[in-house]
């Protein structure tokens, strides 16, 4: 089944600054990669999500990027804001099921 | 117009005993799932359901039994409550549609077992 790495576990930067999450997935036949932001006391929502065919994706703030080839993908936050504090979660997976990393603690401080 | 919603949101029990967690999806989606978080957050899926039909079926202890009615609910039965199954559980429900799986989560039940 796919397994999904996702680094650091935790992450702090100052307000202003940038922050990258990076994972890696073992599956070569996952074709979704999804990002989801848990904040305290609430179920995660999808922030921004790539598929397969695409090497990078911006919206806003927020930017995700892709390499099939060497199974990895990653979410890069700019200009971060203390409202951007949460956990965050990528996954893997296919139509169906997605298998989710273990998650980043960040914070964000003012 | 709660898109996915459970019931409890906090339920607090004794070992041994037996508990039911409900969830209800109004987005009209086919897949409904039932998620796992941990104290260190950890989200472990459990159980797929598509149109009624158990599609996933992780390594859960058999005590945990999930129940679908219809398309729009999935129940989590829990028999012989143990203090690991302290946790927050998620229900979540999806759309499949060729590459997508955007999955909606509810904003889950603390369970805490005594």
């Known amino acids: 089944g796919e397994n999904v790495e996702q680094h650091p576990s935790t992450l702090s930067v100052q307000e202003g600054d940038s922050a990258v999450i990076k994972c890696t997935y073992s599956d070569s036949a996952s074709n979704y990669f999804p990002w989801y932001k848990q904040e305290l006391g609430k179920g995660p929502q999808l922030i921004i999500d790539i598929r397969s065919n695409v090497g990078e994706k911006k919206d806003q703030r927020i930017a995700v990027t892709l390499n099939k080839t060497a199974k990895h993908f990653s979410l890069h936050i700019t200009e971060t804001q203390p409202e951007d504090s949460a956990v965050y979660f990528c996954?893997?997976?296919?139509?169906?099921?997605?298998?989710f990393g273990d998650g980043t603690t960040l914070t964000v401080k003012p | 117009d709660t898109a996915v919603s459970q019931t409890p949101k906090y339920l607090v029990t004794q070992m041994g005993n037996d508990k039911s967690i409900k969830c209800e999806q109004n987005l009209g989606h086919d897949t409904m799932y039932w998620y796992k978080q941990d104290s260190k957050k950890f989200l472990k899926i459990m159980f797929s359901y598509n149109n009624k039909e158990l599609i996933i079926n992780e390594t859960v202890p058999n005590r945990f039994s999930p129940k679908s009615p219809d398309k729009a609910h999935l129940n989590l039965h829990i028999n012989s409550l143990e203090l690991g199954d302290s946790a927050v559980y998620f229900c979540a429900s999806s759309q499949p549609t060729g590459e997508d799986n955007e999955q909606f989560f509810g904003p889950g039940t603390r369970l805490t077992v005594l």
């Open positions: 996954a893997a997976g296919y139509a169906g099921k997605s298998t």
